[in-house]
């Protein structure tokens, strides 16, 4: 079966950084996003690993490690704006089938 | 990247009734799908619509309380049978596939605005 984790909320003030922390357990990997999704909205993609390492989008970071079944989400100079909904998902087989965790809901405050 | 519409955005229903959801893209793509969110939650995978054979559906999800039709590589419905009030969910309509240069371009899904549905 397919498993993903990642906490369920998280708070931090305006200007902090925050990670959130996502594992997960696939029968494959070919992938792994993250999507955005504010409230009533559909999600927006924000990164994608396939490889180990960091990649860096401007005020946003995603990390992996195949090797653990883990990655991260790194946001810096949080913003009012950045309050929503954070999903990690895998692409276990490839092709564009997802598995989508439960989501972090993210509070950012002043 | 792919423009996805949804009709209609909102609706309230009466328990027993039956709504058609419509999701139209701008290009022709190799793969739709229909999720559910309810309240506060994450997306669940509903089924995949499979253009020219019956959907694909996920534990849990059966054709005759989801029936999808996709009979182009544009559009797709899912109809909500039945409904009571424990369908009342956002649902929504995402693609894939699209291809291009990178392994990303194969395996990101699009996401319609959604369909809120309410059901009294």
């Known amino acids: 079966g397919q498993n993903i984790d990642q906490p369920t909320e998280m708070t931090a003030t305006e200007g902090a950084i925050v990670q959130i922390n996502c594992t997960y357990q696939?029968?494959?990997?070919?992938?792994l996003f993250w999507y955005q999704q504010h409230a009533g909205e559909a999600p927006t993609f924000l990164s994608y690993?396939?490889?180990?390492g960091l990649e860096e989008k401007g005020r946003f970071s995603s990390f992996l490690s195949r090797s653990k079944g883990y990655s991260y989400l790194l946001l810096k100079e949080l913003q009012m704006k950045d309050s929503a909904s954070y999903l990690c998902a895998v692409s276990p087989s490839g092709y564009s089938t997802l598995t989508f965790g439960k989501g972090t809901m993210l509070l950012v405050s002043p | 990247s792919a423009v996805i519409s949804q009709k209609p955005s909102r609706d309230i229903c009466q328990r027993g009734t039956s709504l058609t959801i419509q999701c139209q893209v701008d290009s022709q793509v190799t793969m739709m799908f229909w999720y559910r969110q309810q309240p506060g939650q994450s997306l669940t995978l509903i089924a995949t619509a499979n253009q020219g054979s019956e959907a694909t559906y996920e534990s849990g999800f059966v054709i005759d309380k989801f029936p999808i039709s996709r009979p182009n590589l544009t559009f797709s419905t899912l109809t909500v049978s039945n409904m009571s009030p424990e369908d009342s969910s956002i649902y929504l309509c995402s693609v894939g596939g699209l291809g291009g240069t990178y392994l990303q371009d194969y395996n990101e899904q699009f996401f319609g605005p959604g369909t809120r549905l309410t059901v009294l």
């Open positions: 690993n396939v490889l180990d």
């Open positions: 696939t029968s494959g990997f070919n992938g």
